[in-house]
């Protein structure tokens, strides 16, 4: 991020995806908007420090997301991920099918490679260096966001549903924790973890910005938390939801009830703007999606975290922003999220 603010990249034509390796001069590059500057099936690898393409890879289908490491190359299409060595020319080394991926949901940690398994809900981790491969029965609905912590011990993911964010540890699948966003249906946008691994932030179309205190499978109390990310637990993890706590009596029997008021609700939030974009076409028309932009909408929400206590959400589209907050704590131990910056960088 630093790289292109100080040295903006003008290709006089559409970019729908960029990735950036680190803070090193490569980046993956893939064609959108009316106008792309590449194919939209087509991963060009760009060194900016000699300002040319290094390495093309070419699919038969769009492509949703790339991710980069030093050792691998990583691209999301609609059905599958394509895994290759970072190398001139780069060698595949494995492809795995999933459920319809049109928002590219793809992780790359240094150990592990987290997606959407090949049935709705399930998420696949592969071990980088040994391609083993874990099936992890997350939600009962398709996924919609899943996001690895900086140290690869934890995952989070959250469903089209949006009401919860499940957590579970990388080391065997066990789900440790759920944290409640809400009880009312939302499309969350982003999930990002903070570089010390001890805070997650949310956003959804809600705009509302959710910080959780992190469940960790390295402090004492999840270390003995029950192993539930195996296959023979697809059934109770699906219908977790569903399942009234007995001691509530007859007030379990009423929907979300008991869950409501014993779920892990952030511990402050903050709200953020969305921005105004309008149907193309005008008032009333059906939405048209951007080509080459996974999803097909400008982008909105997007979490990074800058350090440990400093979160940055951007928004794309018409009224482009970012917006800057801080996150702290008050002299008797509770957390508190203000916004200290923002500005819009598209538009006038």
């Given at each position: ?38 194919p ?7 060194d ?44 595949k ?85 759920e ?39 390295a ?103 970012w ?17 200290n ?8």
């Amino acid at each position: 991020m630093e790289r292109l603010i100080r040295g903006c990249l003008d290709f006089n034509a559409g970019i729908g995806i960029a990735e950036m390796l680190g803070r090193a001069n490569y980046l993956a590059l893939v064609g959108g908007g009316k106008q792309p500057k590449f194919p939209q099936n087509k991963v060009v690898i760009w060194d900016d420090a000699k300002q040319k393409a290094v390495i093309t890879l070419e699919f038969r289908t769009q492509v949703q997301r790339v991710r980069l490491s030093r050792s691998r190359i990583v691209v999301a299409l609609q059905n599958s991920i394509h895994v290759y060595a970072f190398s001139s020319p780069p060698e595949k080394l494995s492809i795995f099918e999933t459920a319809d991926n049109l928002h590219g949901l793809c992780c790359l940690g240094t150990k592990i490679i987290s997606f959407p398994g090949n049935a709705i809900g399930r998420v696949q981790l592969v071990e980088v260096d040994t391609g083993n491969v874990s099936i992890i029965p997350a939600h009962g609905s398709a996924l919609r966001a899943v996001e690895l912590s900086p140290d690869g011990q934890v995952l989070a993911t959250a469903s089209e549903a949006g009401t919860l964010i499940r957590i579970f540890a990388t080391s065997n699948c066990a789900r440790i924790a759920e944290l409640r966003r809400g009880v009312d249906h939302a499309t969350i946008y982003s999930i990002g973890i903070s570089p010390d691994n001890t805070l997650l932030a949310v956003t959804s179309d809600k705009s509302t910005l959710h910080i959780f205190d992190l469940p960790h499978p390295a402090h004492d109390e999840y270390k003995s938390s029950p192993r539930l990310g195996t296959a023979s637990s697809v059934q109770s993890v699906g219908s977790v939801d569903e399942a009234p706590n007995q001691k509530w009596g007859i007030l379990g029997k009423i929907p979300l009830l008991p869950r409501v008021f014993s779920d892990v609700y952030s511990s402050t939030s903050a709200h953020f703007e969305t921005g105004d974009d309008p149907s193309i076409g005008g008032l009333g028309t059906p939405h048209v999606p951007i080509p080459g932009i996974p999803g097909g909408k400008p982008v909105k929400g997007v979490i990074g975290w800058l350090n440990e206590y400093t979160i940055m959400v951007i928004g794309a589209g018409r009224d482009g922003r970012w917006e800057k907050f801080f996150v702290g704590t008050t002299d008797d131990g509770k957390r508190y999220c203000v916004r200290n910056g923002w500005r819009r960088y598209l538009g006038s």
